[in-house]
């Protein structure tokens, strides 16, 4: 019965949102103020980690909040001929639990790709290290974003919007290194800025130990690339040897069952005899 209550929710929602007795998103936009206070503080930077800067995040925030709240509706009208306390409830956290599970999607896709981004970030470093050499620290940057792997673009947006802001801290490239928190990028960070704040005569000496430190992570990666390959082949070898085993062991039981029929039907035959 339930069900055919939600299939008749969802059809009149449909009908009422067509026709414009409703309207999902003017809900939304009116109460924007409202709505913008559950939107996590890092949504942004996930989303764009994810799809890249062209992606609308407010649009992605909206679909959110709609497929939240049409949830909740629909639930609410399951109930309808028993609604309470508890059903209310149980209507809210589920609405709530639809709009959570996109952050926690884009979350876990973020924190998935981390060794991915361990490994790409010495490269990208090196291809930095090059524009140092021939520019200022906050144009070089601005000039690696196009050669930058995509999921470094939208943090690096941010670290040379507050740069260009005035801010001439160490904080946004610490902010930068917080949302990568991989392999020596804090400490790649800080040799940054102090490369930032390095006069003419000291960039050469700055540069090179900027360039040693960049040498060094290309090493491991290189080196944890190499152990991923040869853990691969010795986790292909290893299932190779099983399958190989079984396939032997299964060879060798069938012919042992064989001989003992055989044996059996020689017995009988015997005796029959």
Same mark, same amino acid.
């Given at each position: 019965?339930?069900?055919?209550?939600?299939?008749? *929710?969802?059809l009149l929602y449909v009908i009422l949102e067509y026709n414009g007795s409703i309207s999902t998103n003017k809900f939304i936009v009116d109460n924007q103020d409202i709505f913008k206070k559950l939107k996590e503080k890092d949504y942004d930077f996930y989303a764009k980690a994810r799809? *890249?800067?062209?992606?609308d995040v407010e649009a992605l925030f909206n679909a959110r909040l709609k497929n939240g709240l049409l949830v909740i509706f629909i639930l609410m009208f399951a109930f309808i001929s028993k609604l309470n306390y508890v059903n209310f409830l149980f209507s809210i956290i589920v609405g709530?639990?639809?709009?959570?599970?996109?952050? $926690? !999607?884009?979350?876990?896709?973020?924190?998935?790709?981390?060794?991915?981004?361990?490994?790409?970030?010495?490269?990208?470093?090196?291809?930095?290290?090059?524009?140092?050499?021939?520019? !200022?620290?906050?144009?070089?940057?601005?000039? /690696?974003?196009?050669?930058?792997?995509?999921?470094?673009?939208?943090?690096?947006?941010?670290?040379?919007?507050?740069?260009?802001?005035?801010?001439? =801290?160490?904080?946004?490239?610490?902010? #930068?290194?917080?949302? #990568?928190?991989?392999?020596?990028?804090?400490?790649?960070? @800080? $040799?940054?800025?102090?490369?930032? +704040?390095?006069?003419?005569?000291?960039?050469?000496?700055? +540069? +090179? !130990?900027?360039?040693?430190?960049?040498?060094?992570?290309?090493?491991?990666?290189?080196?944890? @690339?190499?152990?991923? @390959?040869?853990?691969?082949?010795?986790?292909? =070898?290893?299932?190779?040897?099983?399958?190989? *085993?079984?396939?032997?062991?299964? $060879?060798?039981?069938?012919?042992?069952?064989? +001989? #003992? !029929?055989? /044996?059996?039907?020689?017995?009988?035959?015997?005796? #029959?005899?």
């Amino acid at each position: 019965m339930m069900i055919e209550v939600m299939i008749l *929710g969802i059809l009149l929602y449909v009908i009422l949102e067509y026709n414009g007795s409703i309207s999902t998103n003017k809900f939304i936009v009116d109460n924007q103020d409202i709505f913008k206070k559950l939107k996590e503080k890092d949504y942004d930077f996930y989303a764009k980690a994810r799809y *890249g800067d062209s992606i609308d995040v407010e649009a992605l925030f909206n679909a959110r909040l709609k497929n939240g709240l049409l949830v909740i509706f629909i639930l609410m009208f399951a109930f309808i001929s028993k609604l309470n306390y508890v059903n209310f409830l149980f209507s809210i956290i589920v609405g709530y639990g639809v709009y959570k599970l996109n952050y $926690l !999607t884009l979350k876990r896709y973020y924190k998935s790709h981390l060794h991915e981004i361990d490994i790409m970030l010495p490269y990208y470093l090196k291809n930095l290290e090059i524009l140092v050499q021939h520019y !200022t620290v906050p144009v070089a940057l601005g000039k /690696s974003i196009d050669e930058a792997p995509e999921i470094f673009r939208s943090g690096l947006n941010e670290l040379i919007a507050k740069i260009n802001a005035g801010d001439s =801290t160490i904080n946004p490239y610490m902010d #930068f290194a917080r949302d #990568f928190p991989v392999r020596d990028s804090m400490r790649m960070m @800080r $040799l940054l800025y102090r490369l930032s +704040l390095g006069s003419q005569e000291r960039k050469q000496e700055q +540069l +090179l !130990t900027f360039s040693r430190n960049i040498s060094n992570l290309q090493q491991k990666a290189r080196e944890t @690339r190499y152990k991923e @390959r040869l853990e691969k082949m010795e986790s292909k =070898t290893m299932v190779m040897l099983i399958s190989t *085993g079984i396939g032997v062991m299964v $060879l060798l039981i069938i012919s042992i069952l064989m +001989l #003992f !029929t055989s /044996s059996m039907w020689s017995w009988k035959w015997s005796l #029959f005899l």
